[in-house]
Structure formats: structure tokens, C-alpha cells
């Protein structure tokens, strides 16, 4: 079974700083989507940023950006210029193809969380 | 484009009682996803639904169920509820179109057991 490990459960930075959350996988597949999903404290899960493990280059949404290491199975988020609307629970997550050609992907496991606080 | 709804918001039940929770994907998604988030626990997976049927369950016991309708709408049941039943329980859809098969969630239902 994959498991996801986010070994920071709290994280704080001071606003317009840069913070990066660590993120490990354990997998034994080639082909697989990793993603970072923010949970304000509305609860709503909102996707930050998603990952192809096929490409090599790093993904990047504005602020939000990755380092994916596919061999040590690391995929770490950064956080640049930090805002005060970025406190939130950074959940880190993996899916897998679902069936033997890769083609459909089936449930999203998550890792446990960690807690950011952006201060003023 | 609307995005994930759920109902309710908040409910509060008793122990043994039965609860059903809704869950109307984004127009275009055929599968529907759900998830448990208990306080201390992380998400955890219950169902995942596509096509009306069934593909994937997680370790929760057989008072858990669900389904998905032919218009990929999806119900959540749970049955004889327990007091540690009491989550946050989230929906997520998606498509096969979409990269990665990228899960967009709802705002989730408050279940409180009391």
C-alpha cells in the first residue's frame, strides 16, 4: 500500500518570507500524480498544485512551487511571499493508476498534514 | 461552473441513529470520492463511485455505505452511528478527462453524534 509522510505537523513564517513543507512516498509504481492541497479554516479542500511523475520538471502555480526528487520519493512544496491568507493545513497526496495500463486512476491518499501559520 | 455541493452543512444526531449525506459532483464529472476526517485522524478514505458503480472502498465497517444515481449525484449512509462517527465528511469528483484524475471538493458535511 502507498503511504504518504509529511514529517512537520506545524510550520510558521513571517508574512512576504519563503517556507518549504517536506513531503515523502512510499511507491513502488513508475507512473503516478502527486499533489498539494491547502484546507483553510473554512474546511474546504482546495488544490494548490498537482505533479506528473513522468516529468521531470518541477511544477509551479505562481507563489507555490515543487521539488520533486522521484528517486527519493521527496516531493516538497515552497511557499514564496508568504501571505497571511496562505495559513492553513497543507495536506500533501498521491494517487496511482488504478488499473494495470495506467490509463485510470483510482483513490487519493493523503499524508497528515501540516499546520501553517503565516504571522504579520 | 458550479463547483462540489453538499447537504447538509451541519447535523447533529444520536447514537444508533442513521444519517444520509449528499453529494452533486461538477457538471461533467462521473466519479465521485469520499472521504472521512476525523478530529487526530487525517482523511480517510470511504468510497470511491464512477459510472454508478462502486470501484474502491476503504476499511470501514459494512454500516458505511453509498451510492452514486445515473446522474452522478451521490448519497453517503451510515447506519446504528457511533459517537466516534462524528467527522467532517468530504466529496470530491472528477473525470477521466482531467490530469491525473485531479479530485476538486466540496465543502463537506459537519456530522456531529451525540
Known amino acids: 500500500a502507498q503511504t504518504v509522510t509529511q514529517s512537520q505537523p506545524e510550520m510558521s513564517v513571517q508574512e512576504a518570507e519563503t517556507v518549504t513543507l517536506s513531503c515523502t512516498y512510499d511507491?513502488?509504481?513508475?507512473?503516478?500524480?502527486l499533489f498539494w492541497y491547502k484546507q483553510p479554516p473554512s474546511r474546504q479542500m482546495i488544490l494548490v498544485i498537482r505533479?506528473?511523475?513522468?516529468?521531470?520538471q518541477n511544477a509551479t502555480e505562481n507563489r507555490f512551487s515543487v521539488n520533486f526528487q522521484k528517486a527519493a520519493k521527496s516531493f516538497s512544496l515552497k511557499i514564496s511571499d508568504s501571505q497571511l491568507g496562505d495559513t492553513a493545513m497543507y495536506f500533501c497526496a498521491f494517487m496511482k493508476p488504478s488499473n494495470a495500463g495506467g490509463t485510470s486512476y483510482g483513490k487519493l491518499t493523503f499524508g497528515q498534514g501540516t499546520i501553517l501559520t503565516v504571522h504579520p | 461552473e458550479a463547483g462540489v455541493t453538499q447537504s447538509p452543512t451541519h447535523l447533529i444526531k444520536t447514537r444508533g441513529q442513521q444519517v444520509t449525506l449528499r453529494c452533486s459532483p461538477i457538471s461533467g464529472h462521473t466519479s465521485v470520492y469520499w472521504y472521512q476526517q476525523a478530529l487526530g485522524l487525517g482523511l480517510q478514505f470511504l468510497f470511491w463511485?464512477?459510472?454508478?458503480?462502486?470501484?474502491n472502498r476503504g476499511n470501514f465497517p459494512p454500516r458505511f455505505s453509498g451510492r452514486q444515481f445515473p446522474n452522478y449525484s451521490s448519497e453517503l449512509n451510515v447506519n446504528a452511528l457511533e459517537l466516534e462517527d462524528s467527522a467532517l465528511y468530504l466529496c470530491a469528483s472528477s473525470s477521466d478527462r482531467i490530469p491525473g484524475n485531479t479530485l476538486y471538493f466540496g465543502e463537506g458535511s459537519w456530522l456531529t453524534v451525540v
Open positions: 463511485y464512477d459510472e454508478g458503480e462502486e470501484r
Open positions: 505533479q506528473e511523475a513522468y516529468k521531470q
Open positions: 511507491t513502488s509504481e513508475n507512473n503516478y500524480y
